[in-house]
């Protein structure tokens, strides 16, 4: 394919009005403070694109993030968790890839919306107790590739697998590194199947390096919050962006 002499990037101002917030609100969610907010990007800027191309515009803005996200946390992941997630993960994307075109994006979101306000009200209405035991590992494995899966959809992995990762206790800097890490490997296998199904052309790669600038913005202001904040108030914060996701995953679906 020629590349053309100017690249045709989005030129619309209510585009740009929704989509800003939205770049800066996933940039402080890779850096785990607001963990579960980041998911509300491609709803966003659902207003003003589809959903694929939303999630096509993202994909070098979320590798920057990633990038950046691994190098602030590169000496506080857990291996051994990692090596148990990613694999499940990338089921979750190959089967996101071999369905994409036959699902609706508004049921996908109606799913994921439904299964973030139950997980929440599970956890506000039956708390559990300092001693309860985590969650099996086959439970585990299925919400990890329930994450892949809606990553590969709409970019809407984190309220899944947040499902399994916060009854383990983790402290704020080690839940954020391992999920940096997580959904860098996610986010890579990504790359392929998006351009197999046409998602990446020319007017969304320009665009998204219009957007580019903001990565580091956000996840330089989320990642010094995640260092200073207390992991009271860092659950309490993830709680309150699993919230807002779940609202507005279930209002698209419906609305």
Known sequence: MALPETYPFITDPFFYLVTVP?????????????????????PMMALAVS???????????????????MAAFRKDFDLKLLKFLIPCGLVGVGVGAVLFRLLDARLVAGIVGVFTLLFLAQRLLFPPKADSPPPPRWLG????????????????????????MIPLRLSPIRFTAT??????????????????????DWRNFATSLVLLPLAPIGV???????????????YRFLYAGMFL???????DAVY
């Open 179 to 200: 999920m940096a890490f997580f959904f860098f490997v996610i986010n890579l296998s990504k790359w392929i199947p998006y351009a197999w199904l046409g998602l990446l």
């Open 220 to 234: 330089w202001v989320g990642v010094r919050l995640a260092r200073r904040i207390s992991q009271v108030l860092f």
């Open 245 to 251: 996701t779940g609202l507005k995953l279930l209002w």
């Open 22 to 42: 939205a770049v800066l609100l996933l940039g402080v969610s890779k850096s785990g403070f607001g963990a579960g907010f980041g998911s509300l990007a491609v």
């Open 141 to 164: 494995a299925v919400l990890t590739a329930t994450s892949g899966f809606t990553s590969f959809i709409a970019h809407a992995g984190g309220p899944p697998v947040n499902a399994y």
């Open 51 to 69: 959903v694929p191309q939303a999630a096509a515009i993202l994909m070098p803005v979320l590798f920057l993030m990633d990038v950046l996200g």
